[in-house]
């Protein structure tokens, strides 16, 4: 089993940055691939951003490329999701998730999820 708890959510304004992390524990292996992804107030969970188990591969929704980047610290076991230019259309809870093997844009293919954290951007 993998724990995954997400932070760093909060109120900013647009044009503002925010940094999210994931820390992973238990069962924890770095050859999980990790991703982020979002729920707006009644719309589906979305993809965000993903990455490879090294860091050598990572997949952005276009909605957020070149707004936001994925990294992650292997020997801290943490995943992180830097948001700039943040819109209010990027408001939504977000979830990091983890999984073994390839690194896959596909929510239903990770295993363990986090309970998430709110991002509220206002205009």
């Known amino acids: 089993q993998v724990q995954l708890v997400e932070s760093g959510g909060g109120l900013v304004q647009a044009g503002g940055s925010l940094r999210l992390s994931c820390a992973a524990s238990?069962?924890?292996?770095?050859?999980?691939?990790m991703g982020w992804f979002r729920q707006a107030p009644g719309k589906e969970r979305e993809f965000v951003a993903a990455?490879?188990?090294?860091?050598?591969?990572?997949y952005y929704a276009d909605s957020v490329k070149g707004r936001f980047t994925i990294s992650r610290d292997n020997a801290k076991n943490t995943v992180n999701l830097q948001m700039n230019s943040l819109k209010p259309e990027d408001t939504a809870v977000y979830s990091c998730a983890a999984r073994r093997g390839v690194v896959t844009t596909t929510q239903r293919n990770y295993d363990y999820w986090g309970q998430g954290t709110q991002v509220i951007v206002s205009s």
């Open positions: 238990g069962r924890t292996s770095s050859s999980y691939a």
């Open positions: 990455i490879a188990w090294n860091g050598g591969r990572t």
